[in-house]
């Protein structure tokens, strides 16, 4: 085990990694911009560095700088967290020529898998599902008129993008060309290449994600899937666990493609094999994501298995301490991110906390870095905090969540919570059958006019007891989305829904479980 982990990351995520190691007894190194001095991660670490200048290429980017401290502070290990240099290969193989342990994969599975062309000829080699489009990146007009277009809509994909970042679709021959301009210009500044390709748009699309943890051993585990669907602009809004979409066969069929896809690719640590469901009842990969997710949490609350622990045990040599007949899903979770933003523009909110009240009980979880006094700044992402609860079923656990909002209470900033308090009321979310276009519908059509359609029969087993509990839960559900968009109908006026129209007229959306150790 190591003795001290300097910890690569800010916020919510960094005092969520200091929390473990605490646990473990293992000493932490935090680093941080002048912009945040006073942040929570930097009080609650054991030592903490300036790295640079609020910009995060001069601070939480700087990796050379980060390496240094690490050898400096005589850290074992670094841990990434999730965005920054999480995903970045360079970085990991730095660390490894340092003889400092990256938690997370070697870089070599790192650089495979960032590389969205190659990741998806891999999957396609490993027999995976994979969408119709281009398996070579397209770098130039050459290399466009050579690659294969598939039927429009369809979408144009930054090759080394990431967080739902890079992505364009195009609804014509005649919008191809602009379109491909501007995501050229974009995965230049936000990744430093300007590869794009093509891949098919699924309009009415489930986004699906498989929790996956592999050891230097060869033993690979799932962790059960998580429902990641409820997305503005292909940034994830609401998470829930397990999904209310898949029926049995489903779901193993999307444990046992990523597991073995894990195998195919020699892959070690947590990493996530994302997938998306289509109305027919299909599925498709569409990338990995070999890092920690934000949304791991609710994992952690359906399995009672701390994911960060499991990382740093992994990174540390150590083999799974389970099979997968040891791992069981025990009642359902859902997480809301809450971002500081304007909850009808979405434009950045900034600002001191002049209140804070945090909701507290029995399966609620609280995971920030903010306190009464803590100044939000612009240089960051606008995720400030995440809402967790877990409950014996979907029902108990929406329940609670609709509750557990009301408590919770961020003054001197504006956040998305007014958005998210909406969501959670929504007939649609409340029978599960929501997909990706959802944010879209509701923003820009008034909610009574929202029309869904219900999957095809094959996504629900009548034939068998978990299919007939998921019908149950379906008509409760309805039943009570009754009540629900009544009281929308009276909170919501004419006026707001014309806002969110205008707010929203040009958003372009694509498709995109604290825990017991069991150590």
Not at 213 to 227: C, P
Not at 326 to 346: Q, V
Not at 381 to 394: C, F, M, N, P, T
Request: hydrophobic share 40%.
């Amino acid at each position: 085990m190591f003795k001290k982990i300097l910890i690569a990351n800010r916020g919510e995520i960094a005092c969520r990694i200091i929390r473990t190691c605490k646990k473990l007894g293992i000493k932490t190194v935090a680093v941080f911009s002048l912009a945040d001095a006073k942040a929570l991660h930097v009080q609650n670490a054991d030592e903490a560095y300036l790295l640079g200048k609020a910009e995060a290429s001069d601070s939480y980017l700087n990796s050379e700088k980060i390496l240094q401290i690490a050898k400096d502070a005589n850290c074992e290990a670094i841990h990434p967290g999730y965005g920054f240099l999480s995903e970045n290969h360079n970085f990991a193989q730095a660390c490894t020529k340092s003889k400092i342990k990256f938690i997370g994969p070697n870089a070599k599975v790192m650089q495979q898998m960032s590389d969205k062309v190659r990741a998806r000829k891999l999957a396609r080699s490993a027999g995976l599902p994979i969408l119709p489009g281009s398996f070579q990146a397209i770098k130039d007009d050459v290399a466009m008129k050579k690659a294969t277009i598939t039927q429009f809509p369809l979408m144009v994909k930054a090759s080394n993008g990431g967080g739902g970042i890079g992505i364009n679709i195009v609804n014509s021959p005649q919008e191809l060309r602009g379109v491909i301009e501007r995501a050229r210009s974009l995965a230049t500044k936000a990744f430093g290449s300007k590869n794009i390709y093509f891949e098919k748009f699924l309009k009415s699309a489930a986004h699906i994600e498989v929790q996956v943890a592999a050891d230097e051993h060869g033993n690979i585990v799932h962790l059960f899937e998580r429902d990641c669907s409820i997305q503005r602009r292909n940034q994830k809004f609401i998470e829930e666990t397990l999904s209310a979409k898949l029926n049995h066969i489903q779901q193993q069929t999307l444990y046992n493609l990523s597991t073995n896809f894990c195998k195919y690719i020699g892959y070690s640590n947590l990493g996530t094999i994302e997938f998306l469901l289509s109305e027919d009842g299909e599925v498709y990969f569409i990338e990995m994501n070999t890092r920690l997710q934000v949304e791991h949490a609710i994992t952690e609350m359906i399995t009672d298995i701390d994911m960060v622990e499991l990382q740093i045990r992994i990174a540390s040599g150590e083999k799974l301490p389970f099979t997968q007949k040891d791992i069981k899903a025990k009642g359902h979770a859902c997480e809301l991110r809450i971002n500081a933003e304007n909850p009808e523009t979405f434009l950045p909110s900034v600002g001191k906390i002049k209140n804070l009240t945090i909701p507290k009980g029995e399966h609620i979880r609280f995971d920030s870095a903010i306190y009464k006094g803590y100044t939000i700044t612009p240089f960051y992402d606008s995720l400030i905090a995440k809402l967790i609860v877990w409950g014996r079923d979907r029902t108990a656990c929406i329940h609670r969540l609709q509750s557990t909002i009301k408590e919770l209470k961020i003054e001197g900033i504006t956040s998305n919570m007014p958005t998210l308090e909406n969501i959670i009321h929504n007939p649609v979310f409340l029978s599960g059958m929501y997909n990706t276009s959802f944010m879209d519908k509701i923003f820009n059509k008034n909610i009574q006019e929202y029309e869904f359609k219900f999957p095809s029969l094959p996504l629900i087993d009548k034939n068998n007891h978990a299919g007939k509990k998921q019908i149950a839960d379906l008509v409760l559900h309805l039943l009570l989305s009754k009540q629900s968009l009544e009281n929308q109908k009276k909170q919501t006026s004419i006026n707001k829904h014309k806002r969110w129209k205008e707010s929203s007229r040009n958003t372009i959306f694509s498709q995109h479980k604290t825990s017991r150790s069991k150590w």
